[in-house]
């Protein structure tokens, strides 16, 4: 159910997640690359690691999708369609990797890369929107 | 949609912001009302209407003529 709170307090809302999600994301990449051997640790230690890491992503997903809950009918169109664009990119070079290794041409990729492709290929079609590219 | 709301909000010397600020909605959205880019929602609409004092058919202009037909 679509609970609109306005643009003003929906950004706000979004701003006062999103920004210490991605704060917090930062500081436990650092933690963790500096504290924890990805090798040598112990399999507890490892998981928990990766874990700490997964959960600011998590909220800052929530974050977004918040966003598109709360704001203003236009900007939910603009942001939806960035999220269907990064989707899109996302799941077409997953299906092409894939497809690559499937027949032995492509070497192993690292999955957490779809991700911040999915984040990227998302801020960039946001970012041509604003320029009146694709709306 | 075709739409007059430019016009009115120039009369009463709004910027596009000041105008996004009373309807709570992005600086974007107005310019692409305005520009015809966008249709905004009947909630959205009947909230222009009231803010400019006019009716929705007033500031809207389908181009079918279906409004004076169903008058």
């Known amino acids: ?135 | 949609m075709k739409n007059i709301i430019r016009a009115l909000r120039t009369e009463r010397g709004w910027s596009q912001q000041e105008l996004a600020d009373r309807l709570d909605v992005s600086r974007q959205s107005v310019n692409a009302i305005e520009t015809g880019k966008y249709d905004p929602s009947l909630p959205l609409a009947f909230s222009l209407a009231r803010l400019f004092g006019r009716s929705i058919e007033e500031l809207f202009d389908d181009g079918t003529g279906a409004v004076e037909a169903a008058e």
């Open chain 1, 1 to 135: 159910m679509t609970q609109h709170k306005g643009f003003r307090t929906a950004n706000r809302r979004y701003q006062f997640l999103f920004w210490p999600m991605m704060m917090f994301y930062v500081a436990i990449i650092f933690a963790v690359a500096t504290f924890i051997d990805k090798v040598s640790a112990p399999l507890w230690l490892r998981t928990a690691g990766a874990l700490a890491i997964a959960v600011p992503l998590f909220g800052a997903l929530y974050a977004v999708r918040r966003l598109t809950d709360e704001t203003d009918e236009y900007s939910r169109m603009r942001h939806l369609k960035a999220l269907r664009d990064g989707g899109m990119i996302t799941a077409g070079v997953l299906f092409l990797v894939g497809f690559l290794q499937v027949f032995n041409v492509a070497a192993e990729f690292t999955a957490v890369w779809f991700g911040v492709l999915y984040f990227a290929a998302y801020g960039v079609s946001a970012g041509l929107q604003k320029f009146g590219r694709t709306v």
